[in-house]
């Protein structure tokens, strides 16, 4: 699975052939209309800031968050910009975060009853997840994850269903 073999690069610190991966899949998950594309651009951008491709990486990032706004997906861009914004700080890219914080500020509907909700509901206990996806071998942030019920989340990469272990 190349999505797998994609996480997989990424996690060895062969990020540029990760991204390369990630924009390709993302671009096919574009043309079959699949609701994770956003989610794969974000990816192959971190892949390539992190490979030190600067500005590729950069738009990348932001074309994924840009398609969840064109899209009106807010609590999804409100919670994968945020995620987006603290990976970045944290790896050192000031000026990218900078960056990306002022677009964000700008463009999230900030004090919309819609954007209230969604940080409540961002305050409701979830159980313990699994670091990577059972299918993919993703990374599982339970910060930006989908909640389907309780115990169970949506990849963001693959779509499968993840399950808190008992
Ligand atoms: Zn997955």
Do not use: N
Request: proline share 5%; glycine share 10%; hydrophobic share 45%.
């Amino acid at each position: 699975m190349l999505l797998s073999q994609a996480h997989r690069l990424m996690a060895a610190g062969e990020f540029i052939e990760a991204g390369a991966i990630f924009e390709r899949l993302a671009r096919g998950a574009v043309e079959r209309e699949i609701p994770r594309a956003p989610f794969l651009f974000v990816q192959a951008g971190k892949a390539y800031l992190e490979g030190g491709e600067k500005p590729k990486g950069f738009t990348l990032v932001k074309h994924g968050l840009k398609m969840l706004a064109d899209a009106g997906r807010w609590g999804e861009l409100y919670r994968l910009g945020h995620r987006t914004l603290a990976v970045l700080e944290e790896k050192g890219f000031t000026e990218e975060s900078a960056r990306l914080a002022a677009w964000l500020e700008e463009i999230l509907p900030e004090r919309s009853e819609r954007a209230t909700a969604i940080r409540l509901q961002d305050k409701t206990k979830h159980a313990v997840l699994p670091t990577a996806c059972p299918t993919c071998g993703g990374p599982v942030d339970p910060a930006v994850v989908t909640w389907r019920d309780d115990v169970t989340a949506e990849c963001l990469f693959c779509g499968s269903m993840v399950r808190a272990e008992a």
